[in-house]
């Protein structure tokens, strides 16, 4: 897509941000980066090429302003909050929020890539749905390159480098933390890492301890069909009084 100088600056400007600057024009989003690298540029060229995934942000085009590239076309989800900023949303329409994002994200690793940078703030509910965004960090899987903020240590301290499961298990601790209106990965990050044995520890004397704790043995297997997908918590979940009790435990731990 090339535009003019005249016709990018009459977009409505919505925010910077420390990479890029963003435009609306109906419900798409231009973000017109400030510095790209040539992988960074490639690996969004590959994903522009491939099938659209339903209900994400993923790049669906670049933009050149005067025959100049200057960076992606997104979709843009007006009514959309992050998993981080929840509220007035039912449990199904939560429920549907995370599966959505767990297709999406099972996508993106089929087309042989790692998002690397799960957090709640990438991840998007509204009354349509879940919505994966800000693709910006995605390598291709065994990729050396690795830009994400919020990283991942098993229980050695070792440093999970973009992992398919290492996706799947952050995505999960975003999954509960909108059930339990918590970021839950910024409450465990640990010396600026999210750190499996802390999450074990967090999880201790809940419904759910074990749950969480055969994802932090299969975290490291190379089959991402042994990671507990959401369907396995859903009995606890809908479990009213047993979601109470632990969420009474859960929000009182993140708060001491």
């Known amino acids: 897509m090339n535009i003019s100088e005249e016709k990018y600056s009459s977009l409505e400007k919505l925010f910077d941000s420390r990479t890029a600057e963003f435009r609306r024009k109906g419900n798409l ?59 007035n949303f039912s449990i199904e329409e939560k429920i549907k929020a995370c599966n959505d994002i767990s297709r999406q994200l099972n996508e993106l690793h089929d087309y042989g890539m790692c998002f690397n940078d799960i957090q709640c703030d990438n991840l998007l509910i509204d009354k349509d749905g ?90 490291f297997s190379n089959n991402k069909e042994l990671l507990p997908n959401m369907k396995v918590f859903l009995p606890f979940l809908l479990d009213e009084e047993r979601f109470n009790y632990d969420s009474e435990k859960i929000i009182k731990k993140a708060k001491g």
């Open 29 to 87: 989003l231009f973000k017109n980066y400030y510095f790209l690298t040539k992988e960074i540029k490639d690996n969004l060229e590959y994903l522009i090429n491939k099938p659209y995934i339903l209900g994400s942000g993923i790049p669906i085009d670049e933009f050149f302003i005067n025959d100049s590239f200057k960076g992606v076309v997104i979709n843009y989800f007006k009514d959309a909050v992050s998993f981080s900023k929840v509220n």
């Open 130 to 219: 879940g919505h994966l965004i800000d693709f910006d960090s995605s390598t291709f899987v065994g990729s050396t390159e690795y830009s994400c903020r919020y990283r991942l240590i098993d229980t050695y301290g070792n440093d999970v480098l973009s992992s398919v499961n290492g996706d799947l298990y952050k995505a999960l601790i975003c999954y509960l933390s909108i059930f339990y209106n918590i970021d839950l990965e910024k409450t465990l990050k640990y010396n600026g890492f999210l750190s499996v044995s802390v999450v074990s520890d967090f999880f201790e004397n809940t419904s759910i301890a074990e749950l969480v704790n055969d994802i932090t043995i299969d975290i």
